[in-house]
């Protein structure tokens, strides 16, 4: 069953924006993981939060997590071309299974 | 570079053949997965194997068959596969699956084709 959802399916930003994406999930986790995708290639792990931690800083990314809401958000500052890709949220439980959702398109425009 | 290799990148085969995907990873990680990733479908976890044991199978079907001879490698078996089965096929490897604790390294994946 689909465990992670993002919000929005797609975003489609100008360079030096900032970008929001949004993940809600359905049942208690361990730890909750954020990758990026580029087009055909596998997924790169960008940020691990756990599910006793808040918010997570890693350069221009900041990754929130509210377990009473059962929500995370990622927030990429001063985006750049380069950062185009899909995004995804993965929910962590016991017994090493990490549950995606479908992800987020981003596009950052020059 | 993620320190996870897979070959081949592409792969186009006919429903009666046999062909084996092939992951290794360079990491020292136990533990190591197969995942499908279709168009418009979330990545789905086919495969885990933890100190060679398999330890999940997700429902898959017996068409698919895995191989993990040793902590660093590990094969996909395929045979008299569907149209369906078309998709990215990702390998992974982490420290260990205990608690999840620890992030995976994804290799480049191999683009799969039936016809």
Redesign the interface.
């Known amino acids: 069953s689909q465990q992670g959802e993002e919000d929005p399916q797609a975003l489609s930003i100008q360079e030096g924006e900032n970008a929001t994406m949004n993940c809600s999930y359905k049942t208690s986790i361990n730890n909750l993981q954020w990758y990026r995708q580029n087009s055909g290639r596998g997924l790169v792990h960008l940020i691990l939060i756990r599910s006793n931690e808040r918010e997570k800083h890693s350069g221009r990314l900041r990754v929130t997590l509210d377990t009473s809401k059962k929500s995370s958000s990622l927030l990429i500052t001063a985006s750049r071309a380069a950062d185009t890709a899909s995004y995804f949220c993965a929910t962590a439980n016991q017994g090493g299974k990490l549950i995606f959702g479908q992800g987020t398109e981003l596009s950052v425009k020059p | 570079e993620?320190g996870?290799t897979?070959t081949p990148r592409h792969l186009v085969m006919g429903m009666t053949n046999k062909k084996s995907l092939k992951c290794e990873q360079h990491l020292g990680h136990n533990?190591m997965?197969w995942y499908k990733q279709s168009a418009?479908?979330?990545?789905e976890?086919m495969f885990?194997y933890?100190f060679k044991e398999q330890?999940?199978n997700n429902s898959v079907p017996s068409r698919f068959s895995p191989e993990c001879p040793n902590s660093s490698h590990l094969f996909l078996h395929l045979h008299t596969l569907q149209p369906e089965d078309s998709a990215?096929y990702?390998c992974?490897s982490?420290q260990?699956?205990?608690?999840?604790?620890h992030?995976?390294?994804?290799?480049?994946?191999t683009?799969l084709t039936v016809t």
Do not use: I, M
């Not at chain 2, 418009?40 to 990545?43: A, D, R, S």
């Not at chain 2, 260990?96 to 604790?101: F, I, K, L, Q």
């Open positions: 993620t996870v897979q533990a997965y418009k479908k979330p990545l976890l885990v933890n330890t999940e990215l990702l992974a982490s260990e699956t205990r608690d999840s604790r992030e995976q390294y994804f290799g480049p994946g683009r």
